[in-house]
């Protein structure tokens, strides 16, 4: 039997990714008769200095990317001195659940926060 690999088409793995992550934050919800819900992401530069990230709104459900990084230096202007942002995690202290910057997600059933992580640099 030949070995083949298929390939899905531009974007629908971002997308599959999404969506396959969707009870990584919450379990599955939503009311009932089509109501939409929405939930809040909000950013916390955990020991940065600058501008935080603002927050992302959108039905639950939905897949939404997380802000990323360019270097040491955030797109949003926030960075820690002597380290680099390696993601976010939904716990301050990193024992929750870790994404990277860029990284595809669904709305959450509720409200979060994800605190900036970082790494020393040597």
């Known amino acids: 039997m030949e ?37 809040t992401i909000s950013f916390n530069i955990n020991g940065g200095v600058g501008n935080y990230p603002p927050p992302i709104q959108a039905e639950v459900g939905t897949p939404v990317r997380l802000p990323s ?3 040491n230096m955030f797109v949003y202007g926030f960075f ?9 995690n939904s716990s301050r202290d990193g024992r929750g659940n870790t994404r990277s910057g860029g990284y595809w997600i669904p709305m959450p059933v509720q409200s979060i926060t994800m605190y900036a ?6």
């Not at 690999?5 to 009311?31: E, I």
């Not at 820690?80 to 976010?88: A, E, K, M, Q, T």
């Not at 992580?117 to 040597?122: A, D, L, S, T, V």
Request: glycine share 16%; charged share 25%; net charge positive.
């Open 117 to 122: 992580q970082w790494e020393r640099m040597p």
């Open 69 to 71: 990084s360019e270097g």
């Open 80 to 88: 820690r001195d002597g380290y680099r942002f390696v993601g976010w």
């Open 3 to 39: 070995n083949r690999r298929r390939l899905l088409p531009r974007g629908c793995a971002a997308f599959l990714a999404a969506a396959a992550c969707a009870m990584f934050f919450a379990s599955c919800g939503g009311g009932e008769g089509g109501d939409q819900r929405v939930s």
